[in-house]
C-alpha cells in the first residue's frame, strides 16, 4: 500500500505536542511492515532545517479566493527518518519557525490542505491508496476530496481521520468561505457546525473512518467532546479508537544518547541512580529523597492549575523533591517560579521545554505525576513505563487504557478526579512505596517489560486501510 500521513507536526522537524511523535513514528513502523508510507508537512523555518537537507521536486500554484501563492514541495533528503517527508513551502504562508499561534493560522492550514490535493491531483504524483488525515489542521481534506469537482479523480481514495485532541476543531467564520475552491453549495452542511466552519466536524462526517488514540477517550468523546459529542454518537459505526504506541528505538534506556547513564532491567537501580543524582545535583536537590517529576504543557487540561497548590501541600507535609518542566499559561509559571524561593533545595521548575532534559527526568524521577483532567492517549506514561518510572495519573483517557493501580495487582498509582486532594492522597500513597523498597524495585523492573511500542498499532492501522480499500 502507498499510504500518505498529512500533518501539521511530525518529530523531529517540529514539534509541540504528542501529535508529532505519534506522525514521527507511525509512519516508520508501518513502512517496516513493507508499506510505501509517505508524511507531507509545512516547511518550517527552524534549526532542523538548518541541519538538514532537502529536494525541491514539483511546483504549483495554490489560490486562496482571489489571492494567488506559488508552492514547492520539497523532499527531505537527510537525515533518513525512515520514511519518505515531503514539506510543502508557501513564501509568507509555510515558512514560519514555529508551528502554530500566527494571525494567519487559518490560511496556512486551508492553504497547506490545498496545495496536498493539488500535488497529489498533478501528473507528476503518484496516488496514494490511502490517506490519513491527523487532527483539524488536515480535516478539509476528506470534505475536499469528496466535493471538490477539480478533486473527484481522487473521489475513490479512503480517507482516515485521527482525533489527537477534540478540544481544538480550528473552527472557521464563513467569511473565510470564499477561500475554498468551488463544490455544490448543497453540501455546505457538511462544513457547518454550530455556525462555523469546523473542519473537525467536517472530517468526522466525510472521512471513510475515524480514529481516536486510545479506546477510552473515543468512549469519553461519545459524552464530552467539546460540542461534538451528538455528532460522534451518530458516526460511532464508523469509529474506533487505536492506542498510540511509542518508539521504542528512540525511547530506550539502554541506547538513549540523551541520558546520563544507560541502563536496563539488569542494572536499573544503578542506571538510574546516576540519572537521579545528575537530576539532583542540577536542580539543587537531595537524591535521598523521592522524586516526583511533572512533564508537559501548562494548561488546564493538562491539569497543570492544579500544580502550585499540589506542591505547597504536598511539599508543607510531606519529604519528598519536585522537579517541573514546562511552559504554557503565564499565571501558572509564575506562580511555579515564586514557589522557588519557598521551597529551596526540595523544589525546582524550568520554565520551557527541552528534549534532552525530558529524558533525563524519565531516567531519572522516581515518579511521574499526570494529574490530568483530558489526556487522550498520553505518551509520557509509556516513556515513563519505559525508563522505569511509576507513573502517577488521573484515570481518563488513554491513562486509564495504560496504567493499572497498584491496589489492583498492577503498577502505577491513580486516582479518578484531577483534584489537589486526589493528587495528594496519591503522592502518599507513592511515597508509602517508595519506602518498601523491595516492592518499589519490583515494580521498576516489572513496568520496564511492558510493550508499548507501536508495532500492534501499526498493524491495527494497516487492517483499516485494506478494510477501506477492500
Not at 537527510?78 to 519518505?84: A, E, V
Not at 462526517?205 to 486510545?214: A, D, G, I, L
Not at 521545554?353 to 524519565?362: A, G, N
Request: charged share 25%; hydrophobic share 35%.
Amino acid at each position: 500500500m502507498n499510504i500518505l500521513h498529512t500533518s501539521f507536526e511530525c518529530y523531529p522537524i517540529a514539534k509541540v505536542g504528542g501529535l508529532a511523535d505519534v506522525v514521527g513514528a507511525l509512519p516508520k513502523y508501518q513502512n517496516q511492515l513493507d508499506h510505501e508510507v509517505n508524511v507531507i508537512i509545512p516547511f518550517y523555518n527552524n534549526q532542523f532545517t538548518k541541519d538538514s537537507k532537502r529536494e525541491s521536486l514539483y511546483k504549483g500554484i495554490v489560490r486562496l479566493g482571489e489571492f494567488s501563492y506559488p508552492y514547492t514541495i520539497k523532499r527531505i533528503i537527510s537525515p533518513d527518518l525512515g520514511f519518505k517527508v515531503f514539506q510543502i513551502y508557501i513564501e509568507g504562508i509555510l515558512d514560519t519557525s514555529d508551528v502554530y499561534n500566527y494571525e494567519n493560522d487559518t490560511e496556512r492550514y486551508i492553504a497547506f490542505q490545498l496545495a496536498i490535493l493539488d500535488w497529489i491531483n498533478s501528473e507528476d504524483s503518484v496516488l496514494p491508496d490511502v490517506i490519513h488525515c491527523h487532527d483539524h489542521h488536515t480535516g478539509l481534506i476528506p470534505f475536499l476530496i469528496a466535493h471538490v469537482d477539480s478533486y473527484k479523480t481522487l473521489r475513490e481514495i479512503p480517507t482516515v481521520f485521527t482525533i489527537h485532541n477534540a478540544q481544538y476543531q480550528g473552527q472557521i467564520s464563513y467569511d473565510k468561505l470564499h477561500y475554498f475552491p468551488d463544490f455544490d453549495t448543497k453540501k455546505i452542511g457538511l462544513l457547518d457546525w454550530d455556525h462555523h466552519i469546523n473542519p473537525m466536524a467536517a472530517a468526522i462526517k466525510c472521512s471513510w473512518q475515524v480514529t481516536t488514540v486510545s479506546p477510552n477517550y473515543m468512549n469519553e468523546l461519545q459524552e464530552k467532546a467539546n460540542g461534538l459529542e451528538g455528532l460522534l454518537r451518530h458516526e460511532k459505526t464508523k469509529c474506533a479508537g487505536i492506542l498510540n504506541g511509542i518508539d521504542s528505538q528512540n525511547w530506550n534506556p539502554e541506547t538513549d544518547p540523551m541520558i546520563k547513564k544507560n541502563y536496563k532491567i539488569t542494572n536499573v537501580v544503578s542506571g538510574r541512580k546516576t540519572n537521579k543524582k545528575w537530576l539532583c545535583d542540577h536542580f539543587n536537590l537531595k537524591a535521598e529523597k523521592p522524586l516526583f517529576a511533572f512533564i508537559g504543557r501548562l494548561v488546564s487540561e493538562k491539569g497543570a492549575d492544579l500544580l502550585p497548590e499540589i506542591i505547597e501541600e504536598s511539599l508543607s507535609n510531606t519529604d519528598i523533591n519536585i522537579l517541573i518542566l514546562g511552559s504554557g499559561n503565564s499565571e501558572t509559571e509564575e506562580q511555579l517560579e515564586l514557589l522557588k524561593e519557598k521551597f529551596t533545595g526540595r523544589y525546582n521548575v524550568f520554565i520551557g521545554y527541552d528534549e534532552k532534559l525530558s529524558h533525563i527526568i524519565y531516567a531519572g524521577t522516581d515518579f511521574l505525576l499526570m494529574p490530568s483532567r483530558v489526556e487522550p492517549c498520553g505518551l509520557n506514561q509509556m516513556y515513563a513505563l519505559r525508563y522505569g518510572s511509576i507513573p502517577v495519573v488521573t484515570r481518563t483517557g488513554g491513562l486509564k487504557d495504560t496504567v493499572m493501580d497498584i491496589g489492583d495487582n498492577g503498577f502505577g498509582i491513580c486516582h479518578d478526579n484531577a483534584s489537589v486532594g486526589d493528587v495528594y492522597y496519591s503522592i502518599k500513597r507513592a511515597i508509602a512505596l517508595y519506602n518498601d523498597q523491595k516492592k518499589f524495585r519490583e515494580i521498576q523492573k516489572r513496568i520496564m517489560k511492558i510493550d508499548h511500542s507501536w508495532n500492534q498499532s501499526a498493524n491495527q492501522y494497516i487492517k483499516i486501510y485494506e478494510s477501506l480499500i477492500q
